[in-house]
Nanobody, 116 residues
Framework: QVQLVESGGGLVQPGGSLRLSCAASGFTFSSYAMNWYRQAPGKERELVATVTSSGVSTNYADSVKGRFTISRDNAKNTVYLQMNSLKPEDTAKYYC?????????WGQGTQVTVSS
């Protein structure tokens, strides 16, 4: 079955960096686009970044452009989110998502807290 497992979250000071990972299994990873979402307390889940199956094309929410980078390693079945210049408003639980055969799959999420 499809499984997505996020890791790499934690507590970081404003201006710091974190790299999130999402390990995928149960499907042909290299054939599907991958997405990172986040959800802050009391807010709706929002799309942060998307990478195509090949990794060639990416898209970002305006709020993270220039600070976050999504990438993937198809040999390792893993998608990454490099987050730099973190701000308190980036505090949220971060999830990876894949749509496989028209069905959406989510990981359990990893918490990112940006605070001094």
């Amino acid at each position: 079955q499809v499984q997505l497992v996020e890791s790499g979250g934690g507590l970081v000071q404003p201006g710091g960096s974190l790299r999130l990972s999402c390990a995928a299994s149960g499907f042909t990873f290299s054939s599907y686009a991958m997405n990172w979402y986040r959800q802050a307390p009391g807010k709706e889940r929002e799309l942060v970044a998307t990478v195509t199956s090949s990794g060639v094309s990416t898209n970002y929410a305006d709020s993270v452009k220039g600070r976050f980078t999504i990438s993937r390693d198809n040999a390792k079945n893993t998608v990454y989110l490099q987050m730099n210049s973190l701000k308190p408003e980036d505090t949220a639980k971060y999830y990876c998502k894949a749509i496989v055969r028209l069905r959406a799959y989510w990981g359990q999420g990893t918490q990112v807290t940006v605070s001094s």
